[in-house]
């Protein structure tokens, strides 16, 4: 009898925390935060909330609660993220606190990952993605994490860096499952996302991403046969080529993918997406909003004529 072919239930999980700390103290958890890409003008913050953690029990609690939960989903896929995506607004330190609980839970991703045989160089991208977020949350005018559940997909080994785009194993549920379905685009698919502050969205960059994805997943999971990659965004927004050169790097990346809709869902505007990844605030009037790139003209010019931006999803095969 041959043997079965790999299952996802069969991918290793990182152990429970044991009893006890769960963060270093003083310059090894300062180590700990620079190796995750925590900027430096974070880290004495950092500390100080680590030890106002340390003796406040009730917080401890909350603390300790919500990191066995998400070491126990690390190797797990699709799973409910168990985490609020503003954890843990109304705590003091709550801002810190995220941060440090992504810190606490590193050692077992990256054990979930050596165990797969992941690169350590992929391990370190993907999870260099906890300071970047902390930079886009600072720019954007709020401090800690806009959105803690967003990283749960990182650590616990959902999703990947690989050079200038991430990648998400998924098996789509819902209104994506009609889609993928409509598409005959199979049961996995990879869905492609596209972390701004990461450089130009060059096609040489995409080709390379891609071209790593289509041996990566393969090669560290055998039981998961991705046969496509979605993406939905606003940089597929059709309307973009109204504004942009022919050869703007996002009209090209428009052009790899075929259009991917959601039969169930309707096509409603979301002006606030764009405006929220390219100036950081969708409170100011469109006014006053800067107008250096063809992009950020683009956006306004639309809106302020009574226009609207939509994410659009798109499919290619890999």
């Known amino acids: 009898m041959e043997p079965r072919p790999p299952h996802p239930s069969d991918q290793p999980h990182a152990p429970r925390p044991p009893e006890g700390p769960y ?15 925590v900027p430096f003008e974070e880290v004495n913050g950092l500390l100080a909330a680590r030890t106002r953690l340390a003796r406040d029990r009730g917080v401890r609690a909350l603390f300790e609660e919500t990191l066995h939960a998400q070491a126990g989903a690390v190797g797990t896929l699709g799973e409910p993220a168990g985490i609020d995506r503003d954890w843990p607004a109304g705590v003091a330190d709550g801002a810190g606190l995220a941060t440090l609980l992504f810190t606490a839970l590193a050692p077992y991703t990256r054990a979930h990952h050596r165990a797969l045989g992941v690169p350590p160089e992929v391990t370190r991208s993907t999870l260099a993605d906890l300071g970047r977020q ?7 005018g709020h401090s800690g994490l ?8 990182h650590f616990r080994g959902e999703l990947f860096q690989l050079g200038r785009l991430q990648f998400q194993r998924r098996r789509p549920t819902g ?4 889609a993928a379905r409509a598409a005959e685009a199979g049961e996995w698919t990879i869905q492609v996302h596209i972390p701004d502050h990461c450089g130009p969205l060059s096609p040489e960059a995409c080709d390379r991403a891609l071209d790593r994805a289509r041996a990566f997943f393969p090669r560290y999971f055998p039981g998961e046969p991705y046969r496509n990659a979605c993406v939905f965004s606003w940089l597929l927004d059709p309307q973009l080529a109204d504004y942009l050169p022919e050869d703007s790097n996002i009209l090209r990346f428009q052009r790899r993918f075929a259009p991917l809709r959601r039969p169930s869902r309707p096509h409603v505007p979301e002006d606030t997406n764009p405006l929220r990844y390219v100036f950081g605030d969708v409170d100011r009037p469109l006014e006053s909003l800067p107008r ?7 956006l306004v010019d639309h809106l302020r004529a009574g226009g609207h931006w939509y994410v659009c999803g798109g499919r290619l095969a890999l």
């Open 146 to 153: 806009g959105n803690p559940r967003w990283l749960t997909l």
């Open 292 to 298: 250096d790139t063809v992009v950020q003209r683009a």
């Open 23 to 37: 963060l270093p103290a003083d310059e090894d958890l300062a180590e700990a935060l620079l190796a995750l890409a």
């Open 134 to 140: 902390l930079v886009v949350s600072r720019w954007r």
């Open 175 to 178: 209104a994506d499952t009609e």
